[in-house]
């Protein structure tokens, strides 16, 4: 019998999304979060209650940083010879006012991991969530996984490209398989409500003042959910191999390789709402980046990975999500 894959941050937008599509395939897959509160714990009980509905799947509460708890996991429910680390705390702005949150999940939670899977006989692959964040103030575009990335400027960036050192030296020395993913905004249906385009949205559709940063001169890579659960999926199939001296570790970039402007972004949420948007321009906000432009062409030579869905094609489809999920919600 094949082991459980451990997807972490289950109960997370992404996590939600890849752990469906391989209960959905009738593999098993042991999930976990710890349910915080940094935004709305109904959404993320709602996303748990679809996927208890699959008999082969398992969810467990508990924090990736306590290592006694996952000791218990590992012993309980494992061993888990592929892990996909989605669990962090994310979010740029919510890093300036709550620092500690950061190092406890993203730096520690990874060690944790790390850990686990080093001490796992058999190890297969370990995928992990990285960010278009590691980018910083590059100018260099689209982005390459080739360029430097030294100079974070959020903490957020500074703990995701502090992972991606953490697991280099971990597969170096302990031989472990490792992909970090360099996730390019992701949005879609069951989609987080701390990101633009979810608040873009609710604002429009409740009649309310819409805050857009920079005066709106900004430009994402914006990925559409199934986009990004095909990468993790087509990733976990194809674990780095240790060439000679080198670690068997590399980053990819996992973007849509289109880089929209925020405008025209929201010109299709208005579209779909069939609603104008009241704007209110705001100047950038410290932590935030002008531009994100992913360059996928190592991820499609190493993956087969290939991004398909327009923001036309994808952002109807959050919206009509949103408007009956609410609907249900305000019962
Ligand atoms: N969504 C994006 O656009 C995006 C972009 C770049 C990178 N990422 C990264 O992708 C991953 C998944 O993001 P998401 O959008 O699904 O975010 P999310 O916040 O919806 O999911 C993360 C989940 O991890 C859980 N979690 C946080 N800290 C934990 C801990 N210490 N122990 C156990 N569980 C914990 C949270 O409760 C949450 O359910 C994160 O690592 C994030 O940093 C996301």
Redo the contacts with the bound molecule.
């Keep these: 019998m094949l082991n459980p894959i451990l997807i972490?941050?289950a109960?997370?937008?992404?996590?939600f999304h890849t752990a469906k599509k391989l209960l959905e395939s009738g593999l098993s897959v042991v999930g976990?979060?710890?349910?915080?509160d940094?935004y709305d714990v109904q959404l993320?009980e709602d996303r748990l209650n679809l996927l208890s509905t699959y008999d082969n799947f398992e969810f467990v509460k508990?924090?990736?940083?306590d290592r006694a708890a996952m000791e218990n996991l590992w012993q309980g429910h494992g061993p888990f010879t592929k892990v996909i680390h989605?669990?962090?705390?994310?979010g740029v702005r919510y890093s300036l006012q709550n620092p500690y949150d950061y190092i406890?999940?993203n730096i520690m939670?990874h060690l944790v991991i790390l850990e686990m899977c080093r001490h796992t006989k058999g190890f297969e692959h370990l995928v992990y969530?990285?960010?278009?964040?590691v980018y910083g103030k590059n100018k260099k575009l689209p982005y390459s996984v080739d360029d430097p990335v030294d100079h974070p400027i959020s903490l957020y960036a500074a703990t995701?490209k502090s992972d991606e050192l953490i697991s280099h030296s971990y597969s170096h020395l302990y031989g472990i398989p490792q992909t970090g993913l360099r996730?390019?905004?992701?949005y879609g249906p069951w989609g987080?409500p701390d990101?633009a385009y979810f608040i873009f949205t609710k604002a429009i559709s409740e009649g309310k003042k819409v805050p857009v940063f920079n005066n709106g001169n900004m430009k994402r890579d914006f990925t559409y959910i199934d986009d990004i659960v095909d990468g993790i999926l087509l990733t976990l199939e194809r674990p780095p191999v240790k060439a000679g001296v080198a670690a068997p570790c590399r980053v990819l970039n996992l973007g849509n390789h289109k880089s929209e402007d925020l405008m025209d972004f929201i010109h299709e949420i208005e579209d779909a709402l069939n609603k104008k948007a009241d704007i209110e321009f705001k100047p950038m906000q410290p932590g935030d980046v002008i531009e994100t432009f992913a360059d996928v062409d190592e991820t499609i030579a190493i993956t087969g990975y290939h991004p398909k869905t327009t923001i036309s094609q994808g952002l109807p489809i959050f919206v009509e999500w949103y408007k009956s999920y609410c609907q249900i919600g305000s019962d």
Excluded: E
């Design positions: 972490t941050g109960a997370g937008f992404i996590g976990i979060d710890n349910m915080n940094y993320k508990l924090d990736i940083s989605l669990a962090a705390q994310a406890s999940s939670g969530a990285s960010s278009s964040s995701k996730f390019f905004t992701v987080r990101m």
